[in-house]
């Protein structure tokens, strides 16, 4: 059998050093590629492979974060009989791209794990939004990937440097790429994010070209990709899926559906790091605890009121800070239930541990 080497796949000291308890129970490992709905598609030293979870992993898990996702490195044994693994831990995550699952529920789901790079996509007509920009932003710093941000469909528009030098105020450093593939425009510029062993994960509203470009990657159409109606902000969400391709030049890259809402889950520092200026100004308020609405030497009104900083920035700031504030007293809540539920678990556990020694 041709044995590949795991590195290919992202493996490194990190997980080495992780994996290194189970290496001598004849463990050996996986990477998630796709998620089904009782299984899953794993890269392996001898290809692909179909897991599913051990009972006792499914058993002892008590959030979701708890159980694989696309992009983890997970600990696997074959089985004697057919040709599926079972998977028996995940692998602490290096990175995580996380968001608040859509609708009101509070609970998180793991868009990609262990991601280097995530491009935030916008395409540059009817879809593209700064405010939308600065919200990807901060999951993206959050996850510990690095952002950079991708201005598709550059063919159909006219204001290309207008749109660059809009999205310059508040991408704070981020690398800006504005890209084509019907001109070929930028295409060079985003290869050298594809690395062997590298992951990268493209993210964006449905339509943007996530799924284009990947086929251009990997120069085949391999996936599946729609034309977009115009003016339909439903769009069609064409992929359905996430998932982890390997690149013929080396690298992997992370497909996933087009998300409607991208809703924080966590991230009060990330806020800071992205409205540094609006941060930096509140520091000058006269009073510390200043909520820049009606108290004297107000620093913050003061640069609205002078057109320093840009209104439709400032309230789409108030507007994330008040997400993250509600969202931390939900998940206060949440991990108390949580805790509670594992202590049931732990003594159901003991007393039918005890239950089956005195018999
Ligand atoms: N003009 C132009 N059209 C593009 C470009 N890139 C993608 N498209 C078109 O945009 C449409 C949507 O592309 P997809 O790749 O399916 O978009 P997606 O982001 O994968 O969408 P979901 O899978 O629904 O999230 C297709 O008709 C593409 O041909 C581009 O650079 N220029
Ligand atoms: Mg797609
Ligand atoms: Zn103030």
Redesign the pocket.
């Known amino acids: 059998m041709n044995v590949t080497d795991l590195t290919t796949f992202g493996w490194d000291d990190f997980f080495e050093a992780n994996f290194k308890i189970y290496a001598e129970s004849g463990y050996t490992c996986g990477r998630v590629a796709l998620e089904h709905k009782n299984f899953f598609r794993l890269y392996t030293q001898h290809g692909e492979a179909l897991a599913e979870i051990s009972g006792k992993l499914r058993h002892e898990a008590v959030k979701r974060e708890d159980l694989p996702a696309v992009g983890d490195w997970v600990v696997i044994r074959s089985r004697p009989e057919g040709d599926r693994v079972t998977i028996h831990a995940v692998l602490p995550r290096r990175t995580s791209f996380v968001r608040k699952i859509a609708g009101s529920r509070t609970e998180e789901q793991i868009v990609g794990a262990n991601i280097d790079t995530v491009f935030l996509l916008t395409s540059m007509n009817q879809d593209f939004s700064v405010r939308r920009i600065e919200r990807y932003l901060i999951v993206a710093w959050e996850s510990g990937a690095r952002p950079i941000i991708i201005l ?5 528009c006219d204001r290309v440097v207008d749109r660059i030098d809009e999205l310059q105020e508040v991408a704070r450093g981020v690398p800006i790429h504005a ?4 001109t070929g425009r930028g295409l060079d510029d985003v290869a050298q994010y594809f690395k062997r062993g590298e992951t990268v994960a493209l993210l ?1 509203s ?7 470009l990947i086929n251009h990657l990997t120069g085949d159409d391999h996936l599946k ?4 109606r115009e003016h339909d902000d439903r ?5 359905t899926h996430r998932e982890l391709i390997l690149l013929p030049g080396g690298g992997l890259v992370l497909d996933t ?2 998300m409607r809402e991208l809703q924080l889950w966590d991230g009060d520092e990330s806020l800071q790091f992205v409205f540094e200026d609006i941060e930096a100004l509140a520091e000058k308020c006269f009073f510390s605890d200043c909520r820049h609405q009606d108290e004297p030497r107000c620093a913050v009104r003061e640069a609205l009121e002078a057109g320093t900083i840009d209104p439709a920035r400032y309230e789409s700031y108030e507007k994330l800070q008040k997400e993250l504030k509600y969202l931390a007293r939900r998940r206060d809540k949440l991990s108390e239930i949580v805790e509670k539920k594992k202590w049931k678990k732990l003594s159901r556990q003991a007393s039918e541990r005890a239950r089956l020694k005195r018999r």
């Open positions: 598709s469909k550059a063919d159909l890209i084509s593939v019907v964006g449905s339509g943007v070209g996530k799924s284009t990709v729609q034309t977009v769009g069609k969400h064409t992929t559906p087009g």
